[in-house]
């Protein structure tokens, strides 16, 4: 930048097709990662930086992970996973904006040498598709593990002020919901997914 941006600038990944895979921007609110989750040392869990604004030359680094669906981030904005799927090999682009104007350049992702020659793009490419549909799952159950820790609160409100058929029927209701999603899990979404044990019902009528 030939001048400090006058607001955010952002870096976007594009797939094949043209459409945002991951965006970063200069005014992202960087967090460092949660000590107390961590399985590893914290050395292992580096904090991303945000792209500058500033005016001069900068270097930014794409991990190769595609953006990590919102209903799978948890309430710090962490996940366990921490980012996305890996980006299968292919062409894909960066474009960068800021005050108004975009700069687009092609991306080629290529296969990691150190893979026998056995293992083909298109192997890399169906490992992500099949990664992408069990991402697609986890959502899935993430969002409605949250829907029944919602009706679980609704329920609880309720419950005290019902009396006779409907204390009886409210009750009959939250059973129904532990049957399908299994016991309430603290924090059910994606931070259910990292605990060390997980009911055994969870979503099994889904």
């Given at each position: ?21 991951r965006r970063y921007a200069s005014d992202d609110k ?59 090999p292919g062409r894909h682009a960066v474009r960068l ?41 986890r959502v899935r159950v993430a969002s409605a593990l ?61």
């Open positions: 930048l030939k001048s400090g941006a006058s607001g955010p600038l952002t870096i976007e990944i594009l797939d094949a097709n043209g459409d945002p895979v960087v967090e460092p990662p949660d000590l107390q989750r961590l399985r590893t040392t914290p050395d292992w869990a580096p904090v991303r930086p945000s792209p500058s604004a500033a005016a001069g030359l900068h270097r930014f680094v794409w991990d190769l992970r595609y953006g990590l669906p919102e209903a799978l981030a948890s309430a710090t904005g962490r996940s366990r996973g921490g980012s996305g799927l890996w980006a299968p904006s800021c005050d108004g104007k975009s700069v687009t350049r092609e991306l080629l992702v290529v296969r990691d040498p150190r893979l026998p020659s056995s293992v083909t793009d298109a192997d890399l490419v169906r490992q992500f598709e099949v990664a992408r549909d069990v991402q697609a799952e949250r829907q029944a820790e919602s009706l679980r609160k609704e329920i609880a409100e309720r419950r005290d002020g019902a009396k006779g058929a409907a204390a009886s029927a409210v009750d009959a209701l939250a059973k129904a919901i532990d049957r399908v999603a299994g016991k309430s899990a603290s924090g059910a979404g994606e931070e259910f997914f990292g605990a060390a044990e997980a009911p055994a019902t969870t979503l099994r009528q889904l």
